[in-house]
């Protein structure tokens, strides 16, 4: 950091000088009184309305004789944006403040200046204020009452966990608990707009506010759009696309899929804040809308375009950046799976993930179900329409696939997790190498998810929810290991958490505030 030195009364004195006077020859020369200002730490990050900011900061005097009466001190905040006030937080020389600045970015001056001769002397530093509700997990489920309630582990100073966050909050009692959807932190001032969190039930979405989840009911989806489609009065996303894995910042594009089937793409908020036709028609039938899997296959890495599942025609389409159709997708003989997919079979699990097969920035996983056979199959590929590889499930090792509803795909293992009841099972459809093995825990398990925002470990971690009546929802964080001969979960005792809602959806919030 530099040392800032305004020398206002001394410049002025000298101007004059020279301006009005000869240069006699004769100079009287008086030792300035230097001040050091350091030691105010190179940044800190604070919770608004819990945190109290002391700073400490070392003063070095060139003329240790002088009284200390002599100096006046100010703590001064400024903040990053104009909306912010710059403000006075401190006129003793520690600063001792108990946090109540609005949340957001700041640069913090100490200012010590010398009653005696005028002169100004200072340091910065920078500051940032969060809300306790700007880093954790989301956690969206029902409540005891059977209704769809949001509780947080927030974890931006001392991890806590925050219950029951949709109770009174503006909005009406919803059932059938979907997603939540935290659309991903803000690098620009310009995308702050867009940043939203989501709320999505079978009955309807809303869109909160991310820091303290307050909404109305005018905080729909709807408003959003301007289309020259008729589409129905209500659409509810169910999915987005919405930021980067591993440290959750917001893309410049977004891509929405609806429950009614609808998908909405903006290619830059730069260029438009309102999403125009939907996306979901093909080149070929640009004036008739199919109906979407409730999912958008794309990469987490980095999203461009992406992919969508035709429920009408059973096939993959693709979608680019700036595409307004979908194209269709061509398959060859010896493909390793189809995209248009033959009679009887169709997605019944999608999940983008950071596996690294065939380079890129993740590769995309589709279960597959044959209903005259009832047999099951795996497609592994990118979004951009490569396919990487497929997989016939063993279906004498896969044991009772058939009775699971919750599935996930490991990122760096060849491994399929489903649940049936308590039982987490466990494929590794690695082909001649298929294995299954299976974990049995305390209560039924009501849910599954690999952790690929957060930017924590390297994408093996799993959580897992469990519940029951006592205890509540209960969310487990677990280790996957990394020996591909066996399975092996290891459960983190630092990161479980008890008195949850019944969990259906978690998602990682790494907010500016």
């Not at 469990?466 to 209960?474: A, F, K, V």
Request: hydrophobic fraction near 35%; charged fraction near 25%.
């Amino acid at each position: 950091m530099k040392r800032v030195i305004l020398f206002f009364l001394t410049s002025v004195f000298i101007c004059l000088a020279v301006a009005c006077y000869d240069d006699k020859g004769s100079y009287n020369y008086k030792d300035v009184n230097e001040i050091e200002v350091d030691s105010l730490g190179k940044s800190h990050s604070v919770i608004f309305k819990k945190d109290t900011l002391k700073i400490t900061p070392l003063l070095k005097f060139t003329e240790d004789s002088l009284s200390l009466d002599r100096y006046v001190y100010e703590w001064l905040v400024v903040p990053s944006t104009e909306e912010l006030t710059r403000k006075v937080i401190g006129t003793e020389r520690d600063l001792n403040y108990f946090v109540e600045l609005e949340p957001g970015a700041y640069t913090l001056y100490l200012k010590v200046r010398d009653k005696s001769t005028g002169l100004l002397w200072m340091n910065y530093t920078s500051l940032v204020v969060r809300t306790a509700t700007s880093l954790g997990w989301l956690v969206i489920g029902e409540d005891v009452e059977g209704f769809v309630n949001l509780d947080m582990v927030a974890m931006a100073g001392d991890t806590m966990v925050l219950y029951n966050q949709l109770s009174n909050n503006g909005l009406p009692r919803l059932k059938d608990p979907k997603r939540v959807v935290y659309t991903g932190r803000v690098r620009m001032s310009s995308y702050a707009p867009h940043e939203r969190l989501w709320i999505a039930t079978g009955e309807r979405s809303y869109h909160v506010n991310p820091s303290t989840f307050e909404g109305d009911l005018a905080s729909t989806f709807e408003p959003l759009v301007y289309s020259y489609f008729e589409l129905p009065q209500q659409l509810n996303p169910v999915y987005m696309i919405t930021k980067a894995a591993g440290n959750g910042v917001m893309n410049s594009s977004r891509t929405v899929v609806c429950e009614e089937g609808h998908v909405f793409h903006l290619s830059s908020f730069l260029s438009s804040s309102e999403y125009a036709d939907p996306i979901n028609r093909t080149t070929d039938s640009p004036n008739v809308l199919f109906k979407a899997y409730p999912y958008i296959f794309a990469s987490l890495g980095y999203a461009s375009g992406g992919i969508l599942y035709n429920t009408d025609k059973n096939q993959f389409v693709r979608y680019t950046s700036y595409s307004t159709t979908c194209s269709s997708l061509s398959d060859k003989a010896d493909d390793a799976f189809p995209w248009v997919q033959p009679e009887g079979r169709t997605l019944v699990y999608g999940e983008n993930t950071m596996d690294t097969e065939g380079g890129g920035n993740g590769n995309s996983f589709a279960l597959m179900k044959d209903a005259g056979t009832n047999g099951y199959y795996i497609y592994k590929f990118k979004a951009s329409g490569q396919k990487v590889a497929g997989y016939e499930v063993n279906k004498s090792l896969a044991t009772d696939i058939d009775k699971a509803e919750l599935f996930a795909f490991a990122s760096n293992r060849s491994i399929l997790l489903y649940v049936v009841g308590k039982t987490l099972h466990a494929y590794d459809y690695k082909r001649d190498y298929e294995k299954k093995y299976s974990i049995e825990m305390e209560d039924e398990i009501t849910m599954v998810k690999f952790d690929v925002f957060s930017g924590y470990g390297d994408y093996n971690d799993l959580y897992v929810a469990t519940y029951n009546s006592i205890m509540g929802g209960t969310l487990q964080k677990y280790v996957l290991g990394t020996d591909q001969n066996t399975f092996e979960l290891k459960p983190d005792e630092k990161c479980k958490w008890s008195g949850l809602v019944k969990v259906k959806d978690i998602d990682w919030k790494n907010g500016n505030q």
